[in-house]
């Protein structure tokens, strides 16, 4: 079955450095997503890439954040300069059709700000 | 408006048991409801999901219970197993929309 693949599967980073979390997601699928859940609390929407721009962000999704499909395979999260409370999971999903009911996620980045 | 409300937070039940987690909405516009289950070290795996027109929906040992009135819904797992042992989240979808709201969670033990 096909799957979304994330990498790293954890990543350890100082307060105030940059990071890129990388997504490879389902090969036919056109519509990406980043969801994080911070330990103990329910999945939050981030934002909806399609055609090469945001289609969606959230409230969360502010200017430290960046997606970029830089290539024709993967979809990155970049984090400019994290903060303690950027620590969480990152789940990366796709879906071939754009609706709701079609995602995939992938096994998410743990991220962990010290 | 946006939220879903998942309970119990934790849920531990005996090899055959039936849990039974519950959710509730306010906003009607939501009109797709699925299930997820997560296991530890893995993404959100959709399990099954209903539409507010259909009353109930069975998967095997999976059914979701929907009250359309009261804006509630909830997932029973049918003589469950260990190999049940996860985390369980509850969401809701807007028509046309592609983002998922998702209720806070509920991890379930099956006790072997």
């Known amino acids: 079955e096909p799957e979304v693949t994330q990498t790293p599967s954890h990543q350890v980073t100082q307060m105030g450095q940059e990071v890129i979390l990388r997504c490879v997601p389902i090969?036919?699928?056109?519509?990406f997503y980043w969801y994080r859940q911070i330990l103990g609390q329910k999945v939050e929407f981030l934002v909806s890439?399609?055609?090469?721009?945001?289609?969606?962000k959230s409230e969360i999704f502010d200017d430290q954040f960046s997606v970029e499909r830089p290539d024709g395979s993967n979809f990155t999260l970049k984090i400019r300069s994290t903060k303690l409370e950027d620590s969480a999971m990152y789940f990366c999903?796709?879906?071939?059709?754009?609706?709701?009911?079609?995602?995939?996620f992938g096994s998410g980045t743990r991220l962990t700000v010290v | 408006q946006q939220q879903v409300k998942q309970s119990p937070q934790s849920l531990i039940v005996q090899k055959g048991g039936i849990p039974i987690i519950n959710c509730a909405y306010e906003?009607?516009?939501?009109?797709?409801f699925p299930w997820y289950q997560q296991f530890p070290g893995k993404g959100p795996a959709l399990l099954i999901a209903?539409?507010?027109?259909?009353s109930e929906k069975k998967e095997g040992r999976f059914t979701i219970s929907f009250n359309k009135s009261a804006k509630q819904f909830s997932l029973h797992i049918m003589d469950s197993q260990p190999g049940d042992s996860a985390t369980y989240f509850c969401?809701?979808?807007?028509?046309?929309?592609?983002?998922?709201?998702f209720g806070k969670g509920t991890r379930l033990h099956i006790l072997p």
């Open positions: 890439f399609y055609n090469n721009e945001i289609s969606e």
């Open positions: 090969s036919n699928h056109l519509y």
């Open positions: 999903a796709s879906t071939e059709t754009g609706q709701g009911y079609g995602y995939t």
């Open positions: 209903i539409r507010p027109d259909v």
């Open positions: 906003n009607t516009a939501f009109d797709y």
């Open positions: 969401a809701a979808i807007m028509n046309r929309d592609d983002k998922i709201i």
